[in-house]
């Protein structure tokens, strides 16, 4: 399975975004598609997750009630709607695949290159 992460740019503080994730070969009802980010000089952290068959979703308390993940079977792709977007928020973000509903980078894995989000003040 390939993962291409697209949809970054430069917005405003307050602004939304969606971010997409394109799922290139076969996928299973049990697959868990995450995103992460990435801000410079900082780790790597948790963002939200989504099991491709039921559905079922998490989220990082840093965008818990600001941003929603989904996913469109048929297209194979998956989103994170981002909301209220804050200075914060900047860092490269990144759509990855793993076997369980988990918050652990260790975990997850197809990492691909992302997409930028830079959110300005």
């Known amino acids: 399975v390939q993962l291409q992460a697209s949809g970054g740019g430069l917005v405003q503080a307050g602004d939304s975004l969606t971010l997409s994730c394109s799922v290139a070969?076969?996928?299973?009802?049990?697959?868990?598609m995450g995103w992460f980010r990435q801000a410079p000089g900082k780790e790597r952290e948790f963002v939200a997750a989504?099991?491709?068959?039921?559905?079922?979703?998490t989220y990082a308390d840093s965008v818990k009630g600001r941003s929603t993940i989904s996913r469109d079977r048929p297209e194979n792709t998956v989103y994170l709607q981002m909301n209220s977007l804050k200075p914060e928020d900047t860092a490269t973000y990144y759509c990855?695949?793993?076997?369980?509903?988990?918050?652990?980078?260790?975990?997850?894995?197809?990492w691909g290159q992302g997409t930028q989000v830079t959110v300005s003040s």
């Open positions: 990855v695949k793993a076997n369980s509903l988990s918050r652990s980078e260790r975990d997850y894995y197809n």
């Open positions: 070969g076969r996928t299973f009802s049990s697959h868990v």
């Open positions: 989504i099991r491709w068959g039921s559905a079922s979703t």
